[in-house]
Every structure is written in structure tokens, then in C-alpha cells.
């Protein structure tokens, strides 16, 4: 069991684990595909979607609305058909609809009455400005990929965290919902980790790259974290 008491900031991986992210994702894709009479289930376009996007986030750093455009154009590759202008830029275009998990609100207020809060997420800085209303509380800092010029799982943007949020690695609580892009390179920085396994389409990686770690704690949700600290 964790002792809550160690931590003075929790950093949040966002998209995915605050923000319903397959609730977007699912349906701009399916709209694409559909337009072009193509179909394919949700657990297999979200496993397309993990392979395409981490192909996308490879150096040289290129934009996360760059690496959305890609992965449209990738899914056209595969699928045998040829985007349009809009549709490649639609996915991108998406995101600041994304809505976050109907917990995550309150408890995001909850933790912070305890603990600094910080994000650390795979965006662009103006893509998370168009989320962060949503959110509802006031992050102590936010760390983005564009700020690292590398994507998770790169320990760059958790080594940019680290020296920007000035606490030690062991006061450092770490929450993500991908084992790949989070809990493995927290771990190798020595963070702690809690692991919010939420519903997916695809049980247990959802549209990320499958990984084998073992988190600190493992949780269903942001209320269940809440609930554990004690709040």
C-alpha cells in the first residue's frame, strides 16, 4: 500500500486517464472510415491507432497535430483510401471537444487540497489550453511534449517534470492510464506509480502500445485514488 504521506505533487498523464480520449478518437476515426465505406471494430482500430501514433511521435519531434494528420493518413494507407485535407486535419481539430471522465472533476478537487498538481502529457501546449477549462482546477504546472520536443515514453518530458516542479523523484507520485507511456519510464526515474485502468474498448491497453511493468497501485478510476488518500 502506498503511503500517501511521502508525495508532494501528483503529475497526471491527461488524455486517456483525465480525459475520455477513446470517446473522441473513436468516432472522428469511424467517421473517416465510414466516409470511404471502410469499417473496422473498436479494439482493432484502437490498436491501429497505438501502432500509428508511436510510429508518428519519432524523432526528429514534429507537432502532436502533426502526429494526429499522420495517423489519419496512416489508417488511409492501411485501409486502401485517400484522405482529404479536412479529414486529415479533423482528428486534430477534435480534440478540444474531448470531454474528461465523469469523475475526474472532483477528484482532481479533492487531491488538491492535499498535493501540488502538475500535468504531464503528450500535446501540444495550445491543444491543452483548449482542455485545461474543462479540468477545472489550477494545475501547479503543466509539461508538455512540445516543451520537451520528445513524446512519452521518452524520459525527456520527465526529466523537463522533475526540474520544473522541484521535488525529489521520491516526493514525486505519478498518474497514468498508459503502462507504456507512464508507468515504465516513471518507474526507471524512480517515481512511484498508480495506474488508472480504465474501461476500454481494448481491456487493459486501450490506444497505446501494450506493456508489462507493475505499478505501485492500480486503480479503475480517479474517484478510487481520491477515496484511497483518504479524501
Not at 114 to 123: D, G, P, Q
Amino acid at each position: 500500500m502506498l503511503d500517501f504521506d511521502r508525495f508532494e505533487i501528483l503529475t497526471f498523464d491527461c488524455y486517456g486517464t483525465l480525459i475520455n480520449w477513446e470517446a473522441g478518437i473513436l468516432p472522428a476515426l469511424h467517421r473517416i472510415l465510414s466516409a470511404h465505406s471502410k469499417h473496422i471494430n473498436d479494439a482493432a482500430l484502437l490498436k491501429l491507432y497505438g501502432d500509428f501514433e508511436l510510429r508518428a511521435e519519432q524523432p526528429p519531434f514534429k507537432p502532436y497535430r502533426e502526429v494526429l494528420g499522420s495517423v489519419v493518413r496512416q489508417f488511409a494507407a492501411e485501409m486502401g483510401f485517400t484522405p482529404t485535407t479536412e479529414e486529415v486535419r479533423s482528428l486534430a481539430d477534435s480534440l478540444p471537444t474531448w470531454k474528461p471522465w465523469p469523475d475526474t472533476v472532483a477528484a482532481l478537487r479533492q487531491l488538491k487540497t492535499r498535493f501540488r498538481l502538475a500535468i504531464l502529457s503528450n500535446v501540444d501546449d495550445d491543444l491543452f489550453e483548449s482542455t485545461r477549462p474543462q479540468l477545472e482546477v489550477a494545475f501547479d504546472e503543466v509539461i508538455t511534449a512540445q516543451q520537451a520536443r520528445a513524446y512519452k515514453p521518452s524520459l525527456t518530458l520527465f526529466e523537463l517534470a522533475l526540474s520544473r516542479i522541484k521535488a525529489p523523484a521520491h516526493r514525486v507520485l505519478h498518474v497514468g492510464q498508459s503502462v507504456y507511456h507512464d508507468v515504465v519510464p516513471a518507474q526507471a526515474l524512480g517515481l512511484a506509480t498508480v495506474w488508472v485502468n480504465r474501461p476500454s474498448a481494448r481491456p487493459g491497453v486501450g490506444a497505446v502500445k501494450a506493456a508489462d511493468a507493475r505499478p505501485d497501485m492500480t486503480v479503475t478510476s480517479l474517484a478510487e485514488l481520491a477515496s484511497a488518500v483518504g479524501l
